[in-house]
Structures are given as structure tokens and as C-alpha cells.
């Protein structure tokens, strides 16, 4: 975060709500309240499950469409009504989540669409784009002559060939198969880091948004629940849909004492958020996979009672006494059978829980 | 992925051994539609040298110019009518759009030479206009509605459903977020219309275009009514007034070459390019304000329904509401005579009803062997078959009465040749909707079924054949109600005294007693409507259109 703090702020959304007309989806608010803010040259990856109003944040900000309420600014500009600024006047790029590349149009006329000026011009800057995503000698292709891979290609070099101030991707991977998946984002995320520009990416895949952005920001239902570093929220999530959305997580049931919350796995101390923990009586912890220790113990409380094999982990499940189960995640060296019994250690620095109910 | 779809497909050739129970019958059926056809640019290719030789220099110039003159005109027109009309009520905030969208199509109900009659009727030297305007003591001179200009108006309101239903389809399956795109890329709302939107309509437009032309093309009512010749109409005078079979052959031939050139020519303009973008983004396009062109918009929607519809039925209810009036009308009306109305309504059934279902029984192999077995042949039967597609009522019925003449006279002038004439001529539509409707059907229910047990034939009945319903349906109905107005073919090939409803018209309205047409007419257009109505129910959804006339 401190990376930013002298940073000008390129994007800042103030309160914005955006409900869509009643024709088909009945006036449903897809977004907001939502206030943000991204610095320049920041990579911030948006990630939400689908519905979440991922999409839309990046329409507002393009000037897509226009938000009911709040502020839009662009580089310290208001820009939020679209008839005053509308989308062409903004210098905002997007690659679009099927492309949208135009069919009638060559690899070439695509990339020049977003250009304007004299024809040498814009033939220097189409064929440096179309080099720089390595598409050199493809401009009198047609889209469906294309891979998917260089459709994706082309869709970002039509969105940087103008050279805009911020680039928007609305899930660009999520129609490419697994492994061109991370080639493609590696690549694209060196391209544009050497643009120096400044980018959101929207996607449903926790993995992409871990690698992607300097900060992450998840949504649920069109409310920002948390925004920070991807490490900061896996570890530490604000609240339990993060906390289950993000990562595999079980949740151990417990009760307030005095010094902090006691489960069947012992008593987790809350120095940190001491506060709130008084406001209720029963409460979730998190654990996590990786969190949980097991030694193989006849005498042990837990019982293995299934496991799963997925390559260099696997993952075993526990039964603990009162039922409830929890997961556990071992190197696959590790060798323990189904039915055995193990005593469990619950590695904590912090507790992280929720209220029940909540 | 790869070895799947190769070992699929090493699967499907291994496992298509042609079966010939299917393959037969679809060959023959198919080289049975082509012979009129075949053996009609056969006869062209034996006239004499002479009569060719006169025919260029004296009628085939003239003949061209006049034909492509109307052709165009109604292409246009109809491109430009229809895609206003279809522009106005998807993309715009015209006050009661769900109303105009359904009333745009209704002028099909109404066959366009009952339309021509009409504006003969109305507009022509002594007509009800003139009437009327002498009743108010009003003297002047109305616009002739013969001619180029009528008639390429009347056609145009019998053409621009067409395109309209095709490209409100395209737009409303249209791909908004290329539009996006092209705002995003920072184009104006202008320009994406421009180079985005209309270009990706090219499809829609050309496919109607050459819907418009083909109809314009083959059209015998209008041009004969309003009196502009075309081929159709010269090649018809050929068959009845002079009798001149060679002539009426190689102008048939002619007529023929130029439809090829026209569907060679949409061919053409497709290149390299793709326009797939129809796949609905779930964000409805945003409405254009018409503001203060919602007047003028208003007023273009009031002309056209006007002439297209009210127009029409407004003059064929008049003249029915005179034939009661008048007593003597009325006695040959409604009199028990051989005149009478119900026998003509009876005439017209039965021909249309046995050739609505000799078209289907007959397309339906031909249909499954081009759909399930996607090989060479079954294509080229498929293909062969339509020959007769997009030609002209005039030569089926040319080149039916050749073959007839010629090998089975027994056949010439009976009520059989008339049913095979429909059967030839509206085969296509009914393999068209057959097609359509079987590829809809999973080809892996009737595989399900081999796997439990059933022989092929034994799947294809307890498992396609239910499910393929709608599409027979549909299909029967589109070759019903297409019969049901077929007016050319039955004039030449329909024996003395056997008149259906169009004929009754045709031959009432020539004679000027239009109030007799009108009983006629207005019986036409009451059963077509629950018809029209069944088949365009769900082309809003489809985008499908049917070709009629």
C-alpha cells in the first residue's frame, strides 16, 4: 500500500450505485455503493463470483453506462456523466471478456479501429502493437482464421493501439484452456507493465487474481468487501464471505471465554480484535488447510475419513469428536491411511473469526 | 481435444455405410423436382437459330431493361423500406413498438396480385378515386397506377416484410458489446453505426435483398395487372394468347440465367469475411430519442400500413358490401349455381391439401439423409432438388407442361398435373423446414435408441418422428397456404372449369366484375390469416422468414 501513497490517484469511484433498467433484469442494482481508488500504474485485480458486479465496475469507469449515483473520476477529472464524457473521449481501453473483435474486419483494420490521423501514422503504430504482441505478419487475417490465443492478441492490441491511460479486462483468459491461460497472462502482464499502464482486471479465478495485481479487491453482491494486498486478504479476509470465497476454508465453532474463544481444539487467544469479540457469544474461526498439523496418534481425537490425492498435496479430511469436519493439507510424501486416528495442532498466530450467523 | 473429434469422425465415416432404403428414394425424388426444370433448358437449347436470332433483336433488350428497371426499383425500396421500418421499432423509443412490430408483417396477408387488383380498381381510369372525387364534385386527374412506377410500388408492399423480419432478427440478436468495443476504441455513436452495425447487417440486407429480387423477378399478377411487361408476363402471353411453346422456351431459358446470376452475385459478396456476431450479450442495445422525428417517423408507419393493408382490405370490403347491394350480383353469389363460392373454396383445398402432403411425405428423406449423413451425395440431392427454388411459377408450370406434352399426355389439363406443378414448386420450403426442424433434434436420441435396441427405422419413428412434429407441421402449413395462393401454374395447367379461389379472382377481376372477387378474395385472406398467424408466431425468436406468394 505505502507504494502508493505519493502516487497520483488515476481512477477514484465515489459512492457509485448502478441499477440496470427493468427490461430483463428487473432493476436489480448491479453495483454500489462502491467507493475505490487506483493509483497510476497500479494492477488491480477485481475478483468476485459471477453476478458480483465485476463487469459493470468496468463498464461505469469506461462510461459504458452511467451510474445513478456517485462520483467517476479519471485522473482527477469528474467523468461521471457519460453524455458529457462519453466512452471515445475518455482514453480508456477494454478488452472484452469474448473479445469482441470486429468479424467483418481484418486482424489490421481491428487494431487501427481506435485510430485516427494520417495513414503512416497509423500503419507505424498498428505494426509496432502487432509486434508487440507478437503478431507480427497477421493483419490480413480475419478474426475466425484466428486461435483463441491470437484473437486475445489482437483484442489487446486494438485496446493499447490508442494508447490509453487505463486499461480494463473483463476476465480476457477465461476462454483460453488452462496452461495458454498462464502463458497469455504472464505475457500480457509484462506488456502493459512496460507501458507503464494503469490496469484492472476483473476475473472469477483466484489464482489469476493472486498473480495479477499489486492489490486485489473482492465483490460480492456490488459491494467492495475487502481491498488489499492478495496476501493480506487470504490471511487476514474482513469478513466470512471473503474468508470463504478466497481460498478453501472450514470454520471451527466456539465460545466466548475469558481469554478469547474456546473450541474443542483448544482456546484461540483474540488480542488484536479483542473488541468485537464481546458483542457475541458464539463465533467462527477460520482454518485453513495449511494451518492444520497432524501427527498419526492411536489416541489421537480426530479420525481421518477421506483424502484426496492431487498431485504434490493432498488433502485430508478430518473428523473431529463433536462431527464437525475440518481439512488438512500434507505434502504427498506423507502417507497416512483412511480410518486412522491423529491429534490435531492448529498453527495460529492470529484468529481470525466471524460471529456466527453472520 | 484433436483425437476425439478425429476418431469421431473416423467413427461416422466407418458407421455411414450408405443405406440405401434412404438413398434411393432421395435420389429419384430429387431428380423428379429437377426434370421440369432440366428438360425446359432443353427445349430452349433446340429452338431454331432464327427464332433466337428474332427474339434478341426485337423483344429480349427491351424485355431486360425492364425486367432489371423493376427489379431494382423494388430492391431498393424494399431494402430501404424494411430496414427503416425494423431500425425504428428495435432500436428507437417509438411509442407502441410491440404493436408496429407484429403489424409490419400483417400486408402478408394479403397476396400482392389481390393488392395490384385493388389498385387497379382504386386508382385506375374510372375507378373508385375517380368516383369518389366525382361524387364531390371534384375534377382531376389521378396518377396512373399502371406501369413501372405502380407496379414497383405494389411489389415493394409485398416485399419489405420480408427483408424487415430478417434484419430485426439480426438486430435483435446482435452483439451490443462490438459496440462497446467500438466506444471503447473511441468511436462516436455515429461511426460504430456506421462501420459496425451496418456492415454486420450486410447478411440480413443481401438475404432480403435477393428475397425482394427473386419475388419481383417472378412475379405474373402485379406486372400483369398494372400492365408492365417483364419476362414473366411475355412469357405468359407466349403460352395463352399466341401459343408460341419455342418462344415461351427461350425466354424461359433467359429468365433462368438471370436468377443464377443474381444468387451468384450474393455469393459473391460475402469474400473471406465473417459476420457472426449474433450472439446475444444480454445487454440490450440502448433506444436512440427520435425526439422530434417521432412526427414524421409516425406518419411514414400510417402511409405504409395504409397502402399496404387498409387500402386493400378497405376496397375489398366495399365491393363486397355491393355485391349484396346489388341483386343480380348477388344471386350468381351466393346462388346454389356451379358458380358458387363453395365450390371454388372446396377446389382450392383439395389441391393444396394433397399437395401440402405429398411435398412433406417426399421431402422427408430426402431431408434426414442431407442432415444425418452429411456426405457428398445427400448434398448434391438436396441441392438438385431445389433446382426449382427462387424460379418462377410461370416456368415450373413451362417446364411441366413440356414433360407432360411430350411423355405423358394422358396427364396434360387434369387437376394431378395441377398438384404436381405445387408439389415441384414449393418442395423447397417444405425440405427447408423439414431441415431445420430435424437438425434440431439431436442426432444422439436416435443413437440412444439403436443402443437400446431399436432398428434404425423403429428409432426414427418412436423417437424423431415425435419430436419432429412442430417441423412437420410447419412445414405442411408453409406448402399448404403457398398452394393455397398459387396463381400462375394453376392459369396454365388447371383443366376447363376448374377454378380455385385465386383463379376465381384473377378471371372475375380481368372481366372488371370485381364485386365477384371480392366473396373470393376475402375468403382467401380469412384462411390464410390463423395460417400466417401459426408461422410467424416464433419468428420473432427465430428469426426464421417464409417465402410465399
Known sequence: MTRYTESRVMIRLEDVTQAYPSSGREGRVALGPVSLEVFEQEFLAVLGPSGSGKTTLLRVIAGLEMPQTGRVELAGLDVTNVKRTPPEKRGVGMVFQD??????????????????????????????????????????RYPYELSGGEQQRVALARTLAPNPRVVLLDEPFSNLDADLRREMRSEVKAILRKLQSTVILVTHDQEEAFDWGDRMAVLNRGRIEQLGASEEIYTAPATRFVAEFIGRADFLIGRRCSEGIET????????????????HETWEILIRPDMVEIEPDPKGGAVIVARRFSGI?????????????????????RNLPEGSRVRLKVLLKKAICFPQGS | MAVSARARRLIKRRSSARPWGLWLPSALIALGMAVPLVYLLYQASSVAPDVWARLLQTRVPGLIVNTLLLTGLVTIGALGLGLLLAWLVERTDLPARKILRSLFIAPLIVPCYL???????????????????????????????????????????ATYPYVYVIVRASLERF????????????????????????PLLVPALSAGGVLAALYSLSDFGVVTTL?????????????????????????????????????????????????ASEKPSGRPAPLVRLGRWKIPALALIVVVLIAGLLLPLGVLSFWLVNSWLIPQTNALLWGTSGNALLNYLLNSFTVSVAAASLAVLLALPLAYASVRYRDRWSQTWAWVSQAGQSLPGVLIALGLLFVVLRFLPGLYATVLLVILAYVVRFFPQALQALGSGLAQVPACLEEGARLLGHRPLSAFARVTLPLLRPALMGSWILVFLSALRELPATLLLRPAGFDTLPVRIWTAASEGFYAQAAPAALGLIGLSIPLLFWLHRGSSAQGSVKSYD
Open chain 1, 99 to 140: 473479445y469482441a473483435l470486429f468479424p467483418h474486419l481484418t486482424v489490421w483494420e481491428n487494431v487501427a479501429f481506435g485510430l485516427s490521423g494520417r495513414n503512416g501514422a497509423k500503419r507505424a503504430r498498428v505494426e509496432e502493437v502487432l509486434e508487440l504482441v507478437g503478431l507480427q505478419g497477421m493483419g490480413d
Open chain 1, 264 to 279: 474443542e481444539l483448544g482456546v484461540f487467544s483474540l488480542k488484536s480484535s479483542a473488541g468485537r469479540v464481546s458483542q
Open chain 1, 313 to 333: 498435496q493432498k488433502l485430508y479430511c478430518l473428523e473431529l469428536p463433536s462431527g464437525q469436519r475440518i481439512h488438512s493439507l500434507q505434502p504427498s510424501t
Open chain 2, 115 to 157: 393488392v395490384a387488383i385493388c389498385y387497379a380498381a382504386f386508382f385506375g381510369a374510372n375507378g373508385l378515386l375517380e368516383k369518389m372525387l366525382q361524387s364531390f364534385g371534384w375534377e382531376m386527374s389521378v396518377p396512373s397506377i399502371y406501369g413501372l412506377g405502380g407496379a414497383a410500388f405494389v411489389l415493394i408492399l
Open chain 2, 175 to 198: 452483439d451490443s458489446t462490438l459496440l462497446d468495443a467500438a466506444r471503447a476504441c473511441g468511436a462516436s455513436r455515429v461511426r460504430a453505426a456506421l462501420r459496425i452495425t451496418l
Open chain 2, 227 to 275: 400492365r408492365q411487361q417483364t419476362f414473366v408476363s411475355v412469357i405468359y402471353q407466349q403460352l395463352t394468347g399466341r401459343y408460341d411453346p419455342s418462344a415461351a422456351a427461350a425466354l424461359g431459358a433467359l429468365l433462368v440465367l438471370l436468377t443464377l446470376l443474381l444468387l451468384w452475385g450474393q455469393g459473391r459478396i460475402w469474400g473471406r469475411r465473417r459476420f
